[in-house]
């Protein structure tokens, strides 16, 4: 049974910092680019970040530059975002996402609508 399984969110202050974890099961996630998206309360789902299959390329949203940092341990069928100077403005539920047709770096790399195995989401809070 193919599954993606976020951890890590949690409930922290403006300025700290949370790394999620994405785990799959059921296929091996180092054929396949993966993205994080998340989607605030009353919002559209966004785009975060996306890394290669490789892990050689990475992107990311403009909101996060600097701050988020995209990684993968392939050995480990895992994907990680390590969130640093968290913000207000970054309270949502986190997703991470495979996209079978496209890859990281394509026009279709921040567009929910493309990606076709999702997690169930893990919440991130951030406030005082």
């Known amino acids: 049974q193919l599954q993606l399984v976020e951890s890590g969110g949690d409930l922290v202050q403006p300025g700290g910092s949370l790394r999620l974890s994405c785990a799959a099961s059921?296929?091996?996630?180092?054929?396949?680019?993966v993205g994080w998206f998340r989607q605030a309360r009353g919002k559209e789902r966004e785009g975060v970040s996306c890394?290669?299959?490789?892990?050689?390329?990475?992107n990311y949203a403009n909101s996060v530059k600097g701050r988020f940092t995209i990684s993968r341990d392939n050995a480990k069928n895992t994907v990680y975002l390590q969130m640093n100077s968290l913000k207000a403005e970054d309270t949502a539920v986190y997703y991470c996402?495979?996209?079978?047709?496209?890859?990281?770096?394509?026009?279709?790399?921040?567009?929910?609508?493309?990606?076709?195995?999702w997690g169930q989401g893990t919440q991130v809070t951030v406030s005082s």
């Open positions: 996402a495979v996209d079978e047709t496209h890859w990281c770096g394509s026009y279709y790399q921040f567009n929910p609508s493309s990606y076709d195995y």
């Open positions: 059921g296929f091996t996630l180092d054929n396949y680019a």
């Open positions: 890394i290669s299959s490789s892990g050689g390329s990475t």
